[in-house]
T-cell receptor
Framework: AQSVTQLGSHVSVSEGALVLLRCNYSSSVPPYLFWYVQYPNQGLQLLLKYTSAATLVKGINGFEAEFKKSETSFHLTKPSAHMSDAAEYFC???????????FGAGTRLAVHP | DTEVTQTPKHLVMGMTNKKSLKCEQH?????MYWYKQKAKKPPELMFV???????INESVPSRFSPECPNSSLLNLHLHALQPEDSALYLC?????????????FGPGTRLLVL
């Protein structure tokens, strides 16, 4: 079975600082990986996804992630944090024949002035 | 348009009530999903419909009964729920059920069972 581990349940950064949210996966087949963001009292919004086309994936709102097979990682980064980036971030891997998403535990990002 | 709509936004029900959650998408997607999300936890898959057929049931109790009347609509019928069923119920859809397809989520229905 595939799984996802997100290191750090809470990350706090200053506005304008680099954002780094960590995700490691376990998969016996080439993975399809996703990052979603969830703002308070809302559903999930796709930030970006990896489907083996390119190892560096650019997403919305200035986020990007790099797939590193040797490290089984798919970390999410943003060069400069905005206050509006404060939210819960989930890394997920798609498993099985029916696109079952397996989510990591999530990382809550706080951005302070 | 990548919108998935869910109604109602909030629902309070007693343990003896019967209620339904509704999810709709008009993107022509042929796979639809129900997830349950408890507070401060990630979403957990409950059901997958592919081409209007139930494809995955993640051992969900029978007090939750999904229904897919057509390719745009997904319902979740609730009966005799327990307080521990209180959660955010999220619907999602994707082009089809291949692993690389993006799932688009609705805003969810926040359910409270008294």
């Amino acid at each position: 079975a595939q799984s996802v581990t997100q290191l750090g349940s809470h990350v706090s950064v200053s506005e304008g600082a680099l954002v780094l949210l960590r995700c490691n996966y376990s998969s016996s087949v080439p993975p399809y990986l996703f990052w979603y963001v969830q703002y308070p009292n809302q559903g999930l919004q796709l930030l970006l996804k990896y489907t083996s086309a390119a190892t560096l994936v650019k997403g919305i709102n200035g986020f990007e992630a790099e797939f590193k097979k040797s490290e089984t990682s798919f970390h999410l980064t943003k060069p400069s944090a905005h206050m509006s980036d404060a939210a819960e971030y989930f890394c997920a891997v798609s498993e099985g024949g029916y696109n079952k998403l397996i989510f990591g535990a999530g990382t809550r990002l706080a951005v302070h002035p | 348009d990548t919108e998935v709509t869910q109604t109602p936004k909030h629902l309070v029900m007693g343990m003896t009530n019967k209620k339904s959650l509704k999810c709709e998408q008009h993107m022509g997607h042929r796979a639809m999903y129900w997830y349950k999300q408890k507070a401060k936890k990630p979403p957990e898959l409950m059901f997958v419909y592919s081409y209007e057929k139930l494809s995955i049931n993640e051992s969900v109790p029978s007090r939750f009964s999904p229904e897919c009347p057509n390719s745009s609509l997904l319902n979740l019928h609730l009966h005799a729920l327990q307080p521990e069923d209180s959660a955010l119920y999220l619907c999602a859809s994707s082009q089809d059920s291949r692993r690389q397809e993006t799932q688009y989520f609705g805003p969810g229905t926040r359910l409270l069972v008294l």
